[in-house]
């Protein structure tokens, strides 16, 4: 296993994802570039249906059968992931890529107790003895901050809390210390209080570990704790890619300005004054898509968005938009 | 997992008990037994007087746990046709019953499980609309007519199995096909129902992302959640065919259980009849506790509940 650091871990390339309708084909996903360096986190932030979540399947090769994955280069560490095997994939998933979903109450097996699914997560990979592999997930239990942990591996998923079973979720996708851990909203089938909890954890320990996450929101509050680079997708594509610091300090696709007007921010939104919201409806991704989706929404939309957009920004940090510094300047925002 | 056998069984016993008193009422319910007994010309002393001779004159409820009494020690009393003790002739008749129930229904969870698994692995295939035909053919058509064309085919045309008779494994064949049958597409609609839910759930994609194989999430993931309403139906098609196996018993002549309770009822027998009913209903009651901890056991959910 080569830990080559100038090299990104994951790289993709016009990822594509078509899901044929009967009314039409769905361009869920439209030819999103990114690339994910060893211990990186790395937010995908968007509206429901944006597509985050199937980027996310479409990386795992977990995908629903009907949907039609194309790509110029998937590539994990030297894998290329659009050519490989079932048993590539297999052999990839859980081990070197794990996943965590959004809804702890369910994503766990009724039938077989926490222990047993720890347990299977680990030997599925690793030729380990029962007990080995208990003292680990013992051990991985303590880690995210489970009491009594040996007793715990006994329970079954019902006698667990929303929030405890989120962390033995994690617990699990740590089992084999994967390269990359891919978390799809792992906080927002949680109560408030539980979800920053978590969220600490999971960062805390993905950068003691140094496992590069994708972490999948539409909470920008997140985003702005926790990641190293921030993707905002807007229907089906990654309209605005770049480091954290950058994209939420100088925001050049008017969507992500958009967005970030739709938070508060401590120091910059006036008490009692009115937050942002974005007008209009995502359009249909049904049939053929031309120009930038967002336009219809825009306020600064001409006639050339319905054309050709090109990629702007430099290399880390790129948008996609008719404005050679989208919009700003029309804005009023310092350039 | 103890407390809930124990309460389970409590309740069993319970469920018993009231319908060990259900079917001895039935002597009553059916008119005055000692009039029946006596017969069509008797006299009003000879009715008094088999009234006296079995104890029909008593209050009820004596007269109902000495019956339970004997019945719980084999003695159900004489058969008034057969002039024999119930217990030895219904015996005699409950094996042939039993064996016949025991294919019966291994026939259908060995033909609807793996049919139904199948066809929710790849639903509006081929073998999915198979097993759909399958099924609603088994639905529609009853079983005394599939049991004669069977031995219309098998047993005359083609000579390969004995059309009738309980004197060797042969026998049982076709009996086995119809009495399977009867209760396998219920399962196997089940079956597919419960595995396609299952595959839908998030659990099944947890599985996957930790890199599971095929038949991992299959057999160990998905069969063990989706199986859990299957055992209870099978539960109950396993008592029906044990008591209500009359019409494949009629029509390949294997006299049975379920064929000596309905003679037994044409003769008006009953001591008979209210031994089979309470023997048929003992069947269902143990089948389902021990669906009820088969599940248990499956699904830990049961248990706490």
């Not at chain 1, 039938?111 to 003895?129: F, K, N, P």
């Amino acid at each position: 296993m080569s830990k080559d650091m100038t090299k990104p871990l994951l790289s993709v390339r016009g990822l594509t994802l078509d899901i044929p309708l009967a009314r039409g084909t769905l361009h869920a996903v439209r030819g999103i570039d990114f690339d994910l360096y060893r211990g990186e986190t790395l937010c995908i932030v968007g509206e429901s249906g944006s597509g985050k979540s199937l980027t996310s399947l479409a990386v795992m090769g977990l995908l629903d059968k009907n949907i039609q994955r194309r790509a110029e280069r998937m590539d994990f560490d030297g894998t290329e992931l659009t050519r490989a095997s079932n048993r590539q994939m297999r052999a990839l998933r859980g081990d070197r890529i794990a996943m965590i979903f959004q809804e702890p109450m369910t994503s766990l097996n009724p039938a077989y107790t926490i222990g047993d699914q720890l347990i299977e997560a680990l030997r599925l990979h690793r030729s380990v003895s029962r007990d080995t592999a208990r003292a680990r997930a013992v051990e991985l239990l303590e880690k995210v901050g489970i009491s009594a942990a040996a007793s715990r591996l006994g329970q079954y998923p019902h006698q667990l809390s929303g929030g405890l079973r989120q962390r033995v979720v994690i617990a699990m996708a740590l089992m084999c210390e994967p390269e990359l851990i891919i978390a799809d909203e792992p906080t927002t089938a949680l109560d408030v209080t539980i979800q920053a909890q978590i969220l600490r954890l999971l960062v805390d320990l993905t950068k003691e570990m140094d496992v590069a996450m994708i972490l999948i929101t539409h909470d920008l509050g997140v985003v702005a704790r926790v990641a190293d680079k921030v993707g905002v997708m807007y229907a089906g594509e990654l309209v605005e890619t770049g480091p954290a610091a950058e994209v939420f300090g100088k925001p050049m696709h008017p969507y992500t300005r958009g967005l970030l007007r739709c938070i508060p921010q401590p120091g910059m939104t006036e008490r009692g004054g009115e937050l942002g919201t974005i007008p209009g409806i995502v359009p249909s991704l049904i049939g053929a898509v031309q120009g930038c989706a967002f336009r219809t929404r825009c306020p600064h939309a001409t006639e050339a968005c319905g054309g050709e957009i090109p990629v702007r920004g430099e290399q880390s940090h790129r948008f996609l938009c008719v404005y050679a510094d989208g919009a700003r300047s029309v804005e009023g925002e310092p350039a | 997992m103890l407390p809930f056998i124990l309460k389970r069984l409590g309740l069993a016993i319970l469920v018993a008990l009231t319908v060990s008193f259900i079917s001895f009422s039935l002597l009553f319910l059916s008119g005055d037994p000692a009039a029946a007994l006596a017969g069509e010309t008797a006299s009003g002393e000879d009715i008094e007087a088999v009234r006296v001779l079995y104890g029909f004159d008593r209050p009820m409820l004596v007269q109902y746990s000495e019956w339970l009494m004997r019945a719980v020690r084999g003695d159900f009393g004489e058969s008034y046709y057969f002039k024999l003790p119930v217990a030895s002739l219904i015996a005699e008749r409950l094996s042939v019953t039993m064996i016949l129930g025991a294919c019966g229904i291994s026939f259908a969870l060995l033909t609807a499980v793996p049919l139904g698994v199948v066809a929710a692995i790849r639903p509006n295939s081929i073998v999915d609309r198979f097993a759909l035909f399958l099924s609603v053919a088994g639905q529609a058509m009853p079983s005394f007519w599939f049991g004669l064309i069977l031995i219309v085919v098998f047993g005359i045309k083609l000579g390969w199995l004995p059309p009738s008779g309980a004197s060797s494994w042969r026998h049982f064949i076709m009996p086995t096909v119809v009495l399977g049958y009867y209760a396998m597409p219920a399962i196997m609609r089940l079956t597919r129902a419960g595995m396609l839910e299952v595959l839908n759930s998030d659990y099944i994609r947890t599985a996957r992302a930790k890199g599971a194989g095929e038949g991992r999430v299959l057999f160990k993931h998905a069969l063990r959640n989706a199986i859990i309403p299957v055992v209870s139906l099978a539960a109950v098609q396993m008592g029906f065919m044990l008591g209500g196996s009359i019409v494949v018993e009629s029509v390949f002549a294997l006299h049975g259980a379920g064929y000596l309770a309905w003679e037994s009822i044409a003769r008006n027998d009953l001591p008979t009849v209210q031994a089979l009913i309470l023997i048929f209903s003992m069947f269902y009651i143990v089948f389902t506790f021990l669906a009820d901890v088969l599940n248990a056991w499956l699904d830990p959910r049961m248990r706490s509940s």
